[in-house]
Each structure stands twice: as C-alpha cells, then as structure tokens.
C-alpha cells in the first residue's frame, strides 16, 4: 500500500507542469545614505592673533575670572558630543626661564579642572620657538572619549586647543591646523 501511494504521488509529480524559477536579475546595490558631516571652516582672530579649523558652528565667549583673567573661548559642540575648544589668555605677570614650566604645567591643570576630567599624560611639544604641553585626558562622564589638548606660552599669552572626539583624525585635523600670526 505505502509502494503504491509512493508511485502515485511520483506518478502526479511526473505528470504536473512544474515551473522553475528564473535565474534573479542583477539588482543595484541600495544607495547608502550620507551622514551629514560638519563642515570644516577656517576661523581667523585678529585679535587672538591665530587660525584654526573649527567643524560646525564655532561660538565665542569673552569670560574674566577671579583671578583677574580674562579668558577668550572659541567652541564648537557637535550634535555627537565632540568638542572643539580654543582659549587663550593673557597672564600679567612676566616669564623666566625658570618658571616655563610651571606655568605650562599650571595651564594644563587649569584646563583639565574646565573639562572636569582626569589627566592621563602629558609631554613637551613646541609651536616654533614657542614651548609647549600636549596631554590627554578622561573626562569623568562614563560615555566621554579621551580627550587631547596642548597648551603654549606665546610671550604672555597662554593659548589652550581642547579636543574631545572619538574620531582621532578630527583631533588632529583640528589641532594640526592650530597658526600664529
């Protein structure tokens, strides 16, 4: 009995009109969607005396401090979080030789303190003659990047470069386009 419902359900098969399908034709690939990136704009200061690339919108602020500093900042937050950041301020007292040093060392505290971070590094560099700090910091939100920034001693002036980005080649687009004029 099995070999006969067998042969008859074959038999069906055999006799049926079975259509195959046909091979797929070449479909194009769907359009990947750009991401709408900032667009980088060179920022002049004449009164700053510098340049620099800046993605998005840059801000200014003019902020004096306890101290009697008075501190120029150039921002720019993106929609990511990344940050862009530079300050710069004149210090009223002279510089030695001796106290290079100490005043980079104080101006790398004084920017990890604004960024309400942990200081993780920091190394010489110079802009020209002019010295300098790079160093890297954790800010204290759980979901920051580590963040770099440099700090030099033009003269009286301190400029500071903050940059928080998980995109390290932002980072060092923003801070390699860093001039003095």
Known sequence: MKQLHLLLVTAALLVSPVKF??????????LRVAIPQPEWRPFCSAEGLFSIDMPGTTKFNIETYSTQITAHTY????KNKETYLLQYFDLDFPHSNNNIKITLNNAVDFFVV???????????????????KEFEFQPLSPKSPIGIGQVFLVDRRIYG?????????????FLESFRLY
């Open 21 to 30: 399908a046909s091979p797929l034709k070449a479909q194009p690939a769907p």
């Open 75 to 78: 921002r720019s937050i993106l």
């Open 161 to 173: 470069l903050i940059v928080s980005t998980p995109k390290s080649e932002n980072a060092q687009k």
């Open 114 to 132: 604004g960024a309400n971070a942990k200081l993780l590094q920091v190394r010489d560099i110079s802009l020209g003659d002019y010295p300098g």
